[in-house]
DNA sequence: CACGCGTGGAA
DNA sequence: TTTCCAAGCGT
């Protein structure tokens, strides 16, 4: 590839993210860059946080929620731990949350409040890995950092016609996504790249035939731009089995347990279970139980078909503790819980007689 | 470096 | 129904 092609390929990307409307609230509008604002690097972390493996359709509710409720880093810091959970229930990673809360209270107690603007210093912090801080610097201070997200691998895959499969190929895509690069206008070469991966150039079917560098492209030319960019196979999912506990009280409380920080759901509110998070664990308390159903749910690496029992009782727990609203809502819950709550109050409801 | 870690939408 | 996948990080 010439030097002057990579120019090219820059000039030609800015004219068409310039031309695009911009309806995502993280983003800054051409007429704001103009006046030179920049976004503010809160809402940009936190965005970016949310946007790690997850769609834009998923977090644009989610980001309205949080800003609304913690207007700044400062705000979230001295949130409670348990009203941030509750807040991203739903969204999934969970572990994104708890480094969340740890990385706003680190900004405030170690950085005064104030981001830091460099990649390095973005880098210490809990939850900001490569990505997120280079995107963090590039977005909201303009700086030339080489962003590498899902977006640019395919984009650069495409490019250059890279066919060493991923993982083993990033090392080779960090290195052409820092070609690109430019020294004006970083920030929104990086976004650029990124709404390029997410628009056109993306998974399946690309749309070639609108992409503003298809004349660049030497996977286009070779004729395997939806090949790439190339995975190595994963493994199969496993299916698991196992049950989960749903007691109700007289006055309606919900026997629910805190799980812990690590691992699977950590951090979240669930219903007492045994068997299928690797954790053993008998029932919370002795009653008529009796079976509500099952629950299927798939997780990142396992399949899970869950036993839901259901029982009426005044019996203390021996593990857990009863929650009724309001400080307990089932969109509370992550959505293996809320299935499992659903079909639980379902089935409590037929066997008191109930109807809707 | 490979694996654990959610969820919902599209094909 | 099943598979794939989305703006990754921590260990």
């Known amino acids: 590839m010439r030097d002057g092609q990579v120019t090219e390929i820059g000039a030609a990307l800015l004219g068409w993210y310039d031309a695009q409307a911009r309806v995502m609230p993280w983003r800054t509008g051409p007429a704001e860059r103009a006046a030179g604002v920049r976004p503010d690097p809160y809402r940009v972390w936190l965005s970016e946080v949310m946007l790690q493996q997850t769609t ?9 929620r949080f800003t609304q409720l913690w207007p700044t880093v400062a705000d979230l810091a001295a949130a409670e731990d348990g009203a941030v959970m509750a807040e991203w229930a739903g969204l999934g990673y969970y572990a994104r949350a708890r480094n969340l809360l740890a990385c706003a209270r680190a900004v405030v107690r170690d950085h005064g409040g104030v981001f830091p603007a460099s990649r390095e210093g973005l880098l210490t912090l809990p939850g900001i890995g490569p990505y997120t801080a280079a995107a963090i610097s590039a ?8 962003v590498l997200d899902g977006n640019v691998e395919r984009v650069a895959a495409r490019l250059f016609a890279v066919e060493t499969p991923l993982p083993a190929a990033k090392p080779e895509l960090y290195r052409l996504a820092g070609l690109l690069t430019p020294q004006r206008r970083p920030g929104d070469h990086a976004q650029a790249m990124m709404d390029l991966g997410a628009t056109i150039c993306t998974p399946r079917s690309p749309a070639c035939g609108i992409c503003p560098v298809t004349g660049f492209c030497a996977a286009r030319r070779a004729g395997i731009a939806a090949d790439l ?5 994963k493994a199969a999912k496993p299916t698991r089995t196992g049950t989960v506990w749903v007691a109700r009280r007289p006055d309606g409380a919900l026997l629910v347990e805190r799980r812990p920080e690590r691992g699977l759901l950590g951090g979240m509110l669930g219903f007492p279970g045994d068997g299928w998070d690797g954790s053993a664990g008998a029932a919370p308390l002795d009653a008529g139980w009796r079976p509500a159903g ?8 396992f399949h899970l078909i869950l036993q839901v029992l259901v029982a009426e009782t005044a019996a203390a727990p021996r593990r857990g503790a009863y929650l009724a609203m309001p400080d307990l809502h089932p969109t509370d819950l992550p959505t293996l819980m809320r299935k499992a709550h659903d079909l639980a109050l379902a089935a409590l409801a037929d066997a008191s007689g109930g109807s809707i």
């Open 229 to 233: 960019p190339r995975k190595t196979p």
């Open 294 to 301: 099952e629950v299927r749910h798939t997780f990142t690496h």
């Open 139 to 146: 977005i909201a201070h303009d700086a030339p950092e080489v």
């Open 56 to 64: 834009v359709a998923a977090v644009r509710a989610y980001f309205h």
